[in-house]
């Protein structure tokens, strides 16, 4: 995209390269990404280390919620990483409530991958549907806004729904499936979670108050971990299997389906990925996945630099299905699309208070209560 600019620089070592926002090169030209990815790896040893720090964590679980019906909760997308999340769970002899947040997108896929996957493992599923009507009108605002940031309603709802299940059927654990192995580290500005953002963005931009959202602010996360003693974790970066050794798995194992894409399971996360990430903001977000299965060792820099020359594709029928469900007409977002690019510095957040907890928030990390990606990730960038 940036060929032409003369300070245009990719990693030496991954393919993250200077589109990425607050990108920083040391004098071997590699990336601070690849310093966090460094880091995290030396924490995460994918040795019989490893191993007996996961075989620690699921003998808490399982001590932790002998008394309960559960013992612990997993959010479920019909993606790889939580449907593998909630098999290695099972094969690990833990008790889980699945749970599906489902914000009116899904894809046939993605719904016969969840009901499949719990029918084969015999785990109990809990569906949560959004509000529509509501819902829609918050991924609107986020539009409307100009910000990268179109797909961190859903996110946050499904951190707020496993929250609040968690806290009503007493269950201490959730169990993610964040893996920075695979997903990468995602730059600040093309990514935010916070739910303060999500309220200012929709009071300037929204038709509707937040009523039925989900919400999970800071002080939400506060009460939930220190009041109800709530804690996540994920298994998936304590296990060296791939995305590709992942899918083989859970095909074999519990019926599971291809989409053919990441995260292709939500129709609107398709449109995200192509018509407003790529279109408007020029944002490959497979640069920070590629880059993380390089660092990985499960895939070779030139295999990865070969895939990006190939930008990704849109489906016109899809933008189409998308506008006409979300209530947008071609010309609201041919306007949506000319709009000065924003960021999340450009709203009402909690960042500066999380700024202002940098010391406690890297003390909670080190105890292992918040994981550490969050505290590399808000409070290790230079913005
Ligand atoms: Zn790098």
Redesign the pocket.
Known sequence: MMDSDAKYQV?S??V?DTTIPDIEFDENG??N??HIHDKLDAQFPLDERGKQKLDQIVDKIRKDGQNQKYDCIIGVSGGTDSTFSLYVAKKMGLRPLAVHFDNGWNSESSESNISNAVRKLGIELKRVNANFEEFSDIQRSFLKASVPDAEIPTDLAIGGVLHRTAMENGIRWIISGRNFRTEGIQPLKWSYMDGKYVQSVQEQYGHLPLMTYPNLTIPDMIYFSLINGIRSVSFLPYMSYSKEEMKEILKREVDWIDYGGHHFESLYTRFVITDILWAKFGIDKRKVQL?AAV?SGKLTRDTALEILKTPPSGDPEITRMVLEKIGFTEEEFEEILSLPQKTFLDYPTSYPLIRALKWPIKLACSLNLIPMIFYEKYLGARI
Request: with cysteine; charged share 20%; glycine share 0%.
């Open positions: 990693c070592r991954c993250s590699t990336c990404f690849c880059s660092r």
